[in-house]
């Protein structure tokens, strides 16, 4: 799905910015602020800020997609665990209760069969589950767990419940007394362990189901939960009679038993799901005839209420988990529908009904893998997948009060297939989102990069410029393999993130933070003229397929546009643009609210320069200045005033630039502390002019010597 035919709720985009035909003053003359258009305005994105985009765990076969992320979880006390691996092996990671940072992973080389598990307990624990293979029966598989225990920092070493098959539902659940109900089904045929505490033993395996009502004994889906009165409840779908059997045992009973009046029918793909309400009972959602359906028995009762509509096209296939909010309501979304990409529904505790729903959190059609948690502030983190073909990306919104922020694309790169994208709350109710992402390699094929994370943070402010989260200012290299960020020192520059390029003569500038997430955003024009801001995450580059804002339809009416940090000295990043038809120099002042105010004139009788160069701050009075090269190659520097203004020019260099492609201003490449400049020659070689703090700069020195810079432009 293209950026351009997205619509996303909250957001005004604001219809073409018509351009100013003033007649040209005298040169280099400056002027006062004066509103010529409508301002561009966007909604403010979700309390809080994404943070960096962190590698959580590498593939560990660079060749092959192995690795990726299988779950995330959180303990009741905020603890939460990762499982990553394929087939072969399978890992866990910890980050315990108010750290943030991840412990050495423990590894299973047995758990790489089918159905592996991790799941958080009602007793507070962690537990992770799989199939191993039997060494002295290859026929068969031992069911195995190991236990993570309220505050410690490693898993038990595995204990055996029971002897099963390679293939088959298994599901655990724990009372938040300790005690663990397993069961499991072997050729159609459902069993059930239990351990009462700790240090108890598994009882023998008991067979809990009877021959079908008719035809064969495969099982469609089965469901398991344990209330907190320790109340265990079972629900599976026999496959060809689509009757529902519902099972449970009370604390202490013998036995399990029927579940009276149990109100899912025995529809085609009811395929209920069960789950443990916190203040006691049981919530279960089933499909029929293209809708989610909901039913709850509360704590110490035996009736079941009456079924209702939760979300026309909505289904418990792709549904998230219930996210239980503080006030009580009942949250839970998902996707695919029947109809539909993404759904969501809430059940008021106050009225007991779902409310009637909106726009949904996203208008992607193809929308899957969703997941969702309560987080701080009586908000609900919810991730998923979403594009088309092989442009799929990890996205996030927060949903608050019937009202959604806009949508987050969390993902630097985009890939087909990938894992689903996992949300758990920190100790301190904060989204914790892990994906997996793949990398752009040099044949313009995906392979699996790793595992990467990010959560909300207060950040400090970002350096102008600075795309790979260092504290240091950037540059931007496109060629004929993509946008690529570039690095380093001034003798490096080693290339970085890499992501899919844009159409030949596309601009593509380094920007700063618009939408107030405190990541550098980046400015785009499209060689038609239309004008955007994409924004990313932090440490990551956007593409064509990213989110973006639409600044205006039209800008080939401007020969220029330069990306020139703060001019307007409230701290946020700027655009100056210049009028084809005039020469006027205009200032798009950020608003700090994910968009722009109405431009201002900047100064006039620029029209004769051939190029302008955003510079940074050239004489150390912390106002950002600007270069301009005139048609006898003549460099000169325009201090800025901080008010979206700029002083008459004074020299820098005579005779300079002819050799010069690309020119970028504003980076400390030299490591100084000053404004330096980056220029590409004809030759592909690029030259550093260090900035020497008093407004000018020193002489030249080969820069980038490992890249060879011929097919590349710079920005």
């Keep these: 799905m293209t950026s351009q035919s997205r619509t996303v709720l909250g957001i005004a985009l604001t219809s073409v910015l018509a351009l100013t035909a003033g007649a040209p003053a005298a040169a280099h003359t400056t002027a006062a602020a004066t509103g010529t258009t409508a301002p561009v305005t966007v909604e403010t994105r979700a309390p809080g800020a994404w943070g960096t985009r962190t590698l959580h765990a590498a593939n560990p076969d660079p060749a092959s997609a192995s690795g990726g992320l299988n779950a995330l979880v959180s303990a009741a006390d905020g603890t939460l665990v990762s499982l990553t691996g394929d087939s072969l092996s399978r890992s866990t990671r910890i980050r315990p209760a108010g750290s943030t940072g991840w412990l050495t992973p423990q590894t299973w080389p047995d758990a790489g069969g089918y159905n592996t598990q ?163 009972g049981f919530d279960v959602f089933y499909d029929d005839l293209a809708q989610l359906m909901y039913t709850h028995r509360p704590a110490g009762t035996t009736q079941w209420s009456a079924p209702q509509s939760a979300a026309n096209y909505g289904s418990t296939y792709g549904m998230s988990a219930p996210a239980y909010l503080p006030n009580g309501d009942l949250f839970v979304a998902g996707g695919p529908g029947y109809s539909t990409g993404s759904w969501y529904a809430v059940r008021s505790a106050a009225t007991g009904r779902w409310l009637p729903y909106g726009q949904p959190f996203s208008t992607a059609k193809k929308v899957r893998a969703v997941d969702a948690v309560a987080t701080s502030g009586g908000t609900v983190t919810v991730t998923w997948r979403e594009g088309y073909s092989y442009q799929e990306y990890t996205m996030a919104a927060v949903f608050k009060g019937g009202t959604w922020s806009v949508p987050r694309r969390l993902s630097a790169t985009s890939a087909q297939f990938a894992g689903a994208p996992q949300v758990a709350a920190d100790a301190l109710g904060r989204p914790v989102v892990l994906w997996d992402e793949y990398k752009l390699t040099e044949s313009n094929s995906f392979a699996l990069d790793g595992v990467y994370g990010a959560t909300t943070t207060g950040r400090a402010l970002p350096k102008w410029r600075d795309y790979t989260d260092d504290g240091k200012a950037d540059l931007f290299g496109q060629g004929s393999t993509g946008l690529k960020v570039y690095a380093g020192d001034a003798t490096k520059l080693s290339a970085g993130q890499r992501a899919t390029g844009w159409p030949t003569g596309t601009l593509v500038l380094p920007f700063g933070d618009l939408d107030g997430d405190r990541c550098n955003d980046v400015f785009v024009r499209s060689p038609k003229g239309e004008a955007r801001v994409y924004t990313t995450m932090c440490g990551g580059l956007p593409d064509q397929q990213s989110f973006s804002v639409k600044v205006s339809s039209d800008w080939s009416g401007y020969n220029t546009v330069v990306s020139p940090g703060d001019v307007t000295g409230d701290g946020r990043a700027d655009l100056l643009t210049r009028s084809a038809s005039t020469g006027n120099l205009y200032v798009y002042a950020n608003n700090g609210a994910g968009g722009f105010k109405a431009r201002t004139l900047a100064g006039s009788g620029f029209g004769g320069y051939k190029r302008l160069i955003a510079a940074g701050d050239l004489n150390g009075d912390g106002k950002n200045d600007l270069l301009a090269l005139d048609g006898s190659n003549e460099l000169w520097r325009f201090n800025g005033t901080g008010v979206g203004t700029f002083t008459s020019r004074s020299l820098v260099f005579k005779d300079w630039g002819t050799s010069y492609k690309d020119v970028v201003g504003g980076l400390d490449l030299s490591g100084d502390g000053r ?39 710079i920005s």
């Excluded at 005690?179 to 598994?202: C, D, M, Y």
């Excluded at 209330?227 to 202490?252: C, I, N």
């Design 118 to 280: 991790l799941v958080s307990l009602g007793d507070g624990s962690v537990r992770l589950v799989w199939r191993a293979k039997r060494a002295d029966d290859h026929d068969n598989y031992w069911l195995k767990t190991a236990t993570l225990a309220p505050g410690a920092t490693a898993f038990s070493e595995p204990e055996y419940v029971a002897a099963v098959p390679e293939k088959g539902y298994t599901h655990l659940a724990a009372a938040p007394d300790g005690r663990l109900v397993a069961v499991w089904s072997v050729s159609g045929v459902v069993k059930a362990a239990e351990k009462a505490g700790p240090q108890a033993a598994w009882t023998a395996p008991v067979d809990l189901d009877e021959q079908p009502p008719s035809g064969s004994r495969d099982i469609a889906n089965m469901d398991l939960a344990v209330a907190k009165d320790g109340t265990a409840l079972l629900v599976w779908q026999w496959q060809e009679s689509k009757a529902v059997v519902a099972l449970e045992k009370a604390l202490g009973a013998p036995a399990w038993t029927a579940v009276q009046d149990f109100p899912v029918p025995s529809t085609d793909l009811a395929r209920p799901k069960v789950f443990a309400h916190p203040q006691g």
């Design 675 to 713: 404004a330096d400049l980056i220029s590409l020659d004809k030759d592909g070689h690029a030259w550093l002019n260090r900035g020497n703090g008093s407004g000018g700069f020193y002489g030249r020195v080969q820069a980038g010597t490992a890249t060879n810079w011929s097919d590349i432009r």
